[in-house]
């Protein structure tokens, strides 16, 4: 994975005698000059930054999806409960399910 940092002007030099207020990319524990970088690598570093903001932003809308699941769940359960109605078999779990339904297929 790679950082994109913003150095901090503290009046220090680099090795190379520049003042270290430039941005610099931190890929694989290497640090380079962003004003280095060939443009090709400039776009893939930026859709690498498009394509890291997006998957957080799709594992947020997850998370959001879950906990409505969950909600939902429980509104059921109590409509459900609410109404009085007496369930006609309980289920252990959804492959005996399936299996018993191919059994009655058959």
Do not use: C, K, W
Request: proline share 2%; charged share 25%; hydrophobic share 35%.
């Amino acid at each position: 994975m790679s950082d994109f940092d913003q150095e901090q002007d503290n009046g220090s030099q680099d090795e190379q005698g520049s003042v270290s207020n430039e941005q610099t990319l931190t890929l694989d524990g290497r640090v380079y000059a962003m004003s280095a970088l060939p443009a090709e690598a400039i776009n893939v570093l930026n859709d690498l930054i498009r394509s890291e903001n997006e998957l957080n932003e799709h594992r947020f809308r997850m998370r959001q999806l879950s906990a409505a699941q969950q909600t939902l769940t429980v509104a059921l359960n109590q409509l459900v409960a609410n109404a009085g109605i007496e369930p006609i078999s309980t289920v252990e779990n959804t492959d005996s399910e399936s299996d018993s339904q191919d059994q009655e297929a058959a």
